[in-house]
């Protein structure tokens, strides 16, 4: 049986106590949601203006370990600086890299079969993402294990697959975390409102019968 985020686990990291605040929010108010499901065009873009780029092990998966998925995916920029030296970060080798290098890093997670979340901290600019898996995420592996996700979670694209190119070969539906996508009597059905256009499908598919269009 895979870890899971329980309370003992969450304990163990050392600033917990700020994700412990809650508010009362009132009825018809429009909030604004983070994190965020990006493709990997759009992790590359916020890093054009970045001065200063770091890359440290992802905390999910070290704690985690449900998976064999790369560990270092993890990239930040400028402003979650103040971030990366708290506690809970000192154990994770964060280093300064170029934006090539972290470019690469973002190939690297596509190619594992990592989606990109954008994560926006203390305010609501984003300055930290992660390839992230739906085994290991704090985040992800909580609202899919409460199918949660399609409130919680935004993006801004989404796929589209031409079927009459689609081999219906499934590789598409093993690469998908948020089970859009299966194979029925050897058909393809795709389900458009659990996908978050995160390009994983697309980068494989064997046919290119995928691409991403905003939503």
Wanted: aromatic content about 6%; some cysteine.
């Amino acid at each position: 049986m895979e870890r899971d985020w329980d309370p003992e686990i969450l304990e163990q990291i050392k600033n917990f106590e700020r994700w412990h605040t809650a508010i009362t929010i009132p009825i018809n108010v429009d909030l604004k949601a983070s994190p965020k499901i990006i493709n990997i065009d759009q992790a590359a873009s916020y890093l054009d203006n970045a001065e200063n780029i770091y890359l440290s092990d992802c905390i999910c998966r070290t704690m985690m370990q449900n998976c064999e998925s790369p560990r270092r995916t993890c990239i930040a920029w400028d402003s979650a600086k103040p971030l990366l030296d708290t506690e809970v970060y000192k154990n994770q080798n964060t280093v300064e890299i170029t934006r090539e290098e972290a470019i690469e890093t973002l190939r690297m997670s596509n190619e594992a079969g990592l989606f990109h979340m954008a994560y926006a901290m203390w305010d609501d600019e984003v300055n930290r993402l992660c390839g992230c898996c739906s085994t290991c995420c704090a985040v992800f592996s909580a609202v899919l294990r409460h199918k949660m996700y399609p409130d919680l979670i935004t993006s801004d694209t989404i796929s589209v697959t031409d079927m009459e190119k689609c081999v219906n070969d499934g590789t598409c539906v093993e690469r998908c975390h948020f089970r859009a996508r299966e194979i029925t009597n050897g058909k393809l059905k795709v389900n458009d409102e659990l996908c978050y256009g995160c390009g994983l499908c697309v980068s494989t598919c064997p046919s290119e019968a995928i691409s991403l269009v905003e939503k």
